[in-house]
């Protein structure tokens, strides 16, 4: 009896935090999965009904060559993304570890300061001020080298390498972070010990630093897997956004869903491709949590 | 004590949520003597004041509230039809008409202005307000892209007046950082004009696309000439700041970029569009129309239907054209204005009273919201990726009734 009452008073402690999930992450993917059931749109905007899974039959036709190199795409940057992000934030968060480091906060406020600017704006100050041909910096570079000025968003390889600075600049505050803090966790005494064993720095960030921040870092690296792969902004600001697009063709599965679908202003249509992405992106990240587990055991 | 305060903390803040379900209050004040109308809007401080202080002409009977709103197109997609969240008006151009209208928010303005009264009003505001043989938009200004050149650069005698003359300067200019003329080459709002000017449009009126009919491909091979001696990137500030830098002789622009233009010290001249040689017809872009678009839910409610016919025919004179015209040079949409010495005088309004025989209104059916990204791929393809013509058009002909067949 008592124990029962205890798991009441457990709930309904919770309950305030389980209701604001319930109202800002279930209801939204509730209330799409409703919609992409109906006919939602200009022409049936409050008077909609019900009409089964036609949209999602709809849906298929975007799911063409053009979404499965969008796909591909959106893996390749998800991976290249994923590895250059730990790796770096693994190296820059050890230098900030360094015993005797001068002016650490220092760097580490610096180092968070992409972080402090709005995303829109860091996009934009990026195409216009460093990647354009006309007045970005890399061109005055170029110019002062006497060599060709390059059009470097035009491309679809140099157009995804400066997505792909870009998306670094702005992620790997958090990464250095989490990094930093999993660090500082790890007992110093187990690098005494490798010390007198005379592990050396590669040896003991293989053998020691890493198993100890792995469980640390693993919510980041899930959390970070999520926003990249069904990363937007920094894809469609820098070569896709409509009237200053640049030439290259580089989409996403969502800029690709963007242009061929919600754009239609059909609801219930978007909706329906909405939701299969979802669920293609559920399905993806509970893979890649199954292979870690089979690693682990 | 303590699971006790924890357990009403708890209570407290799961209560939170819901205490936005309170009934709102009555409205304070003497309603019986005096009616408030909201209009939402998102235009500039200036335009904005200068509709308010001729609105406030109309106080104390009525007092009307203008409300700037961020993303008002698709706010009003939210809550159109709520009488409690929607505004009683909304000022805005008039290419999103067609969408509302459909979704049912929208109320004519003849239930509210008579047909003498409006036709007073320039005709090209009229039919672009003009949506299924309905008027909806109460046309107060519109706006269009003008021809800009640089006096320091281009002399009087060398600006062109046909597009193989503008495409010779072209050539004899640019080079070295510096441009003949420079416009936002790949981007289907100023492109228009080009395809317009062979005849060729977008989208006819039916809602069918046209982007592969051999006009608008006559239109897109002619403009590749020109596309190639301008810089690769062609978006709005790339095109504008090289203007701006003196960098580019000439440039087709909105008149918002004349402000800041002039700010950057730059000889300014404007003249007409160059004609196309092959047609004998000039560039052609589209045109904006500014006005008052009167929401069903506030019309259907008699203690306002009185008071949105004196705010629309407050509008219906030429003082708020002339306020406009000085507050922020825009072409007023009533005609008399073009009368008055104000008006007159001013070059760049006059320029666009010209051009408004020519300009286009941009389509107002809602399948022309998906033609934007459509023809701006389109244009990316052959300006910058080097696609055959045809080959592109067809494409995007194809992805144009695909996307237009998904809307419905």
Redesign the interface.
């Given at each position: 009896m008592k124990g029962k009452r205890r798991t009441l008073?457990a709930w309904?402690?919770q309950?305030?935090v389980l209701?604001?999930i319930a109202?800002i992450v279930v209801f939204p993917i509730g209330y799409t999965a409703y919609i992409s059931l109906t006919n939602m749109?200009?022409?049936h905007?409050?008077d909609f009904q019900i009409i089964g899974l036609g949209n999602y039959l709809?849906a298929l036709?975007v799911f063409d060559s053009g979404f499965l190199g969008a796909l591909l795409i959106t893996l390749l940057w998800t991976a290249v993304n994923m590895v250059l992000q730990l790796v770096i934030a693994f190296i820059m968060a050890s230098l900030l570890n360094i015993q005797k480091l001068k002016a650490r906060r220092v760097y580490k406020t610096v180092l968070m300061f992409p972080w402090a600017m709005p995303g829109y704006v860091s996009i934009l100050l990026w195409k216009?001020g460093i990647f354009?041909?006309?007045?970005g910096l890399l061109n005055q570079w170029l110019e002062k080298l006497h060599l060709a000025p390059m059009?470097w968003?035009?491309g679809d390889v140099s157009a995804f390498i400066a997505c792909l600075v870009v998306n670094l600049w702005l992620a790997l505050p958090f990464m250095i972070m989490i990094m930093d803090g999993a660090l500082q966790s790890v007992d110093k005494s187990y690098y005494e010990n490798a010390i007198l064993d005379g592990a050396g720095w590669f040896t003991r960030s293989v053998r020691l630093t890493i198993p100890a921040i792995r469980p640390i870092i693993a919510p980041a690296v899930v959390i970070t897997l999520f926003t990249t792969f069904k990363q937007f902004d920094v894809i469609y600001l820098l070569t896709q956004?409509?009237?200053?697009?640049?030439?290259a063709?580089i989409h996403t599965v969502l800029t690709y869903a963007y242009?061929?679908?919600f754009?239609?202003?059909?609801y219930g249509?978007s909706s329906a491709i909405s939701m299969i992405i979802f669920f293609f992106l559920i399905a993806f990240v509970t893979l890649s949590n199954l292979k870690r587990k089979e690693k682990k055991a | 004590m303590k699971?006790i305060f924890?357990?009403t903390l708890?209570?407290l803040?799961?209560c939170?949520?819901f205490s936005a379900c309170v009934k709102p209050a009555e409205e304070g004040g003497s309603a019986a003597q005096s009616v408030t109308l909201t209009i939402w809007h998102d235009k500039e401080d200036a335009v904005a004041a200068a509709l308010q202080s001729e609105l406030d002409k109309l106080q104390p009977e009525i007092r009307v509230v203008l409300e700037k709103k961020n993303g008002l197109t698709e706010a009003l997609?939210m809550v159109g039809?709520d009488p409690k969240a929607a505004p009683d008006l909304y000022f805005f151009a008039h290419d999103k008409l067609g969408?509302y209208a459909?979704?049912?928010?929208l109320t004519p303005i003849t239930e509210f202005v008579d047909a003498d009264t409006l036709a007073q009003f320039l005709p090209m505001t009229l039919s672009a307000a003009t949506y299924k043989g309905e008027l909806y938009q109460l046309p107060i200004y519109f706006e269009t892209l003008l021809f800009m050149y640089n006096r320091a650069n281009m002399r009087e005698d060398q600006v062109p007046a046909t597009t193989e003359q503008l495409y010779a300067y072209m050539e004899e200019v640019t080079g070295g950082?510096h441009y003949g003329f420079l416009e936002?080459h790949?981007?289907?709002?100023y492109s228009a004009g080009w395809i317009h000017g062979f005849g060729g449009e977008l989208i006819n009126a039916d809602g069918v696309p046209q982007l592969n009919t051999e006009q608008t491909i006559r239109a897109l091979e002619y403009h590749l000439r020109f596309a190639r001696l301008m810089?690769?990137?062609?978006?709005?500030?790339?095109v504008n700041?090289?203007f701006k830098e003196g960098r580019a002789a000439a440039t087709i622009g909105g008149p918002w970029l004349i402000p800041t233009v002039r700010e950057a010290g730059i000889d300014l001249g404007l003249a007409p569009m160059p004609i196309v040689d092959e047609t004998g017809l000039p560039l052609a872009p589209y045109s904006g129309v500014q006005g008052l678009h009167v929401l069903k839910v506030a019309a259907e409610n008699p203690a306002k239907h009185e008071a949105i016919k004196a705010v629309l025919h407050q509008l219906c004179n030429t003082d708020i054209g002339v306020a406009m015209a000085a507050a922020s040079g825009c072409a007023p949409a009533f005609a008399a204005c073009y009368e008055l010495d104000e008006v007159k005088n001013d070059e760049m309004v006059m320029m666009m009273h010209a051009l408004a025989q020519s300009a286009v209104p941009m389509p107002n059916i809602?399948e022309m919201?998906?033609m934007?990204?459509v023809v701006?791929?389109m244009l990316?393809d052959i300006n910058?990726?080097k696609v055959n013509v045809r080959e592109a058009a067809d494409k995007a002909q194809k992805?144009a009734e695909?996307?237009?067949a998904?809307?419905?």
């Open positions: 008073s309904f402690s309950a305030p209701l604001i109202l749109n200009v022409y905007w409050f709809k036709a216009n354009n041909s006309s007045f059009r968003l035009a956004q409509v009237g200053a697009k640049t030439g063709n242009e061929n679908a754009v239609t202003n059909n249509y | 699971r924890a357990l708890s209570a803040l799961l939170t949520p997609k039809n969408v459909e979704m049912g928010i950082g936002q790949s981007n289907a709002y810089t690769g990137e062609s978006e709005y500030a790339t700041t090289l809602p919201d998906v934007w990204n701006g791929n990316v910058m990726r992805q695909n996307l237009i998904a809307m419905k």
